[in-house]
């Protein structure tokens, strides 16, 4: 089969996109769950770390606002950089050299005496996160069927949430290690980041991806690898295609680049504020036990992390912009309520929180959903960099500005700028989001009004 002809791949009779779920499909889910775990995980163990690291060093609002977001800033870099990479040379090779250099970042904090050494790393580490965003949700969606493409997306996105509450119950049972707990506290991201490291050893590259490179045969390899001996290559659009930042912004994919930019950018924002500094926000809207104040920082967790598991269930059976603009617009509220009324009572404190943790779950899951779905194989993971990177402009800024606000201006006026951003986010997407539910990933990629997305 020569290079120029119309190659398409098929696996049985019905398809790729409408292959049956197989164990590859799941493990390879998990496997790739490794990044947003480890993403929630670096986040929220900082805000523990830094109740120790702050007094023992002496950090004013600034450092701990620069080392809280020194990781977000890896991520802006990561994700723009090396999702451009991996659009160039594939998914595979980077699939597992990004958690290695997770391992080794986490390593290296532990044996750390200063605030500027510390900052390096945790952006070394945060560069490692950023860059498995792009690879890993794009092997997951170019080899996923139609029909569980959205909920396999979405399960990437409750791991976060996962990792987030590990981060706050294992940080809290590692106090008990007395005055150098936070030495373990930012170690512990190596143990998960090495197991996720020799799981991912083998997978085999995207057929999609060596399609679209005009590598016939090495994606018939992969794809029998993958789905086994009987998997031929017959109906899946190769989409070839130059790999260039420029094709973000050509034909109709502009509109959707700033779609994904600023929705998923002003969802973060809240979020990585209230994770990253969710003990003090608890602790100046009432709280004023430390110990209970993590515990709740745990407990917004464990219901953030629910939010994203029913928002995952009911991926596939709702419409994309259903999920993504309703428990936005709750989410919203829920948070302009809190700015408005800092000193209501502890119950109707805890409610909102608990109310904004659920909903954001669904604008979470469509942070991965979106971008892959979106734009077609030659920029997806080029695509999905951008986003990364777009987005940890609003999680940093998030990050930076809330201790220092909340220092100078009170908790109030933090919540309600909180607010404001997510509600930009909403109008943002109530007016741009496109419909992609149902549709193959060749046509939801599709700029063509036969496409099928607006």
């Known amino acids: 089969m020569r290079q120029d002809e119309d190659h398409t791949a098929r696996t049985g009779p019905t398809g790729m996109d409408e292959a049956p779920l197989t164990w590859f499909h799941r493990r390879l889910t998990l496997y790739s769950a490794g990044g947003p775990l480890l993403d929630g995980y670096v986040l929220g163990i900082i805000g523990l770390a830094l109740t120790q690291v702050v007094p023992l060093w002496g950090l004013d609002a600034v450092w701990q606002g620069m080392l809280a977001a020194s990781a977000l800033l890896g991520m802006f870099l990561g994700g723009l950089v090396f999702g451009y990479v991996t659009d160039l040379v594939g998914r595979q090779a980077m699939y597992t050299i990004d958690l290695a250099v997770i391992a080794a970042g986490s390593v290296a904090q532990f044996f750390v005496d200063g605030p500027v050494w510390l900052l390096v790393l945790r952006f070394i580490v945060g560069l490692a996160i950023g860059a498995?965003?792009?690879?890993?949700?794009?092997?997951?969606?170019?080899?996923?069927?139609?029909?569980?493409?959205?909920s396999m997306l979405g399960w990437l996105t409750t791991m976060w949430a996962a990792g987030n509450t590990l981060a706050y119950l294992v940080g809290e049972a590692l106090t008990a290690l007395g005055p150098d707990a936070w030495r373990w506290m930012l170690l512990s991201p190596a143990v998960p980041a090495i197991v996720l490291m020799l799981a991912r050893v083998g997978t085999p590259e995207s057929p999609r991806w060596l399609l679209s490179k005009g590598r016939v045969e090495d994606a018939r390899a992969a794809l029998r690898k993958a789905l086994g001996?009987?998997?031929?290559?017959?109906?899946?659009?190769?989409?070839?295609?130059?790999?260039?930042?420029?094709?973000?912004?050509?034909?109709?994919?502009?509109?959707?680049?700033?779609?994904i930019a600023v929705f998923w950018a002003c969802?973060?924002?809240?979020?990585?504020?209230?994770?990253?500094?969710?003990?003090?926000?608890?602790?100046?809207?009432?709280?004023?036990?430390?110990?209970?104040?993590?515990?709740?920082?745990?407990?917004?967790?464990?219901?953030?992390?629910?939010?994203?598991?029913?928002?995952?269930?009911?991926?596939?059976?709702?419409?994309?912009?259903?999920?993504?603009?309703?428990?936005?617009?709750?989410?919203?509220?829920?948070?302009?309520?809190?700015?408005?009324?800092?000193?209501?009572?502890?119950?109707?404190?805890?409610?909102?929180f608990v109310v904004y943790a659920v909903a954001i779950g669904g604008p979470t899951i469509m942070q991965w959903i979106y971008p892959n779905e979106l734009f077609p194989t030659a920029i997806r993971a080029t695509a999905v960099g951008l986003g990364t990177t777009v987005s940890r402009i609003g999680a940093g800024m998030g990050t930076f500005v809330t201790p220092i606000l909340l220092d100078r201006a009170g908790v109030g006026p933090t919540m309600l700028l909180s607010g404001l951003v997510c509600a930009l986010g909403l109008a943002v997407s109530v007016v741009m989001a496109p419909e992609t539910r149902g549709h193959d990933l060749h046509r939801a990629s599709s700029v063509e009004p036969e496409g099928g997305a607006r």
């Open 267 to 352: 969802s973060l924002w809240p979020v990585y504020a209230i994770y990253a500094f969710g003990p003090a926000l608890l602790t100046a809207l009432s709280l004023e036990d430390p110990g209970q104040a993590n515990l709740g920082s745990a407990a917004i967790g464990l219901f953030f992390l629910a939010g994203c598991v029913i928002a995952t269930l009911v991926a596939n059976r709702v419409n994309r912009r259903t999920l993504l603009i309703w428990p936005f617009a709750v989410a919203t509220a829920a948070l302009v309520v809190l700015g408005l009324v800092p000193t209501a009572p502890v119950p109707v404190i805890s409610a909102l």
């Open 229 to 259: 001996p009987d998997a031929e290559l017959t109906e899946l659009p190769a989409e070839p295609g130059q790999t260039s930042l420029r094709g973000l912004v050509a034909k109709g994919y502009l509109r959707r680049t700033v779609f």
């Open 132 to 150: 498995d965003y792009p690879i890993a949700t794009s092997l997951l969606a170019e080899f996923t069927p139609r029909r569980h493409r959205g």
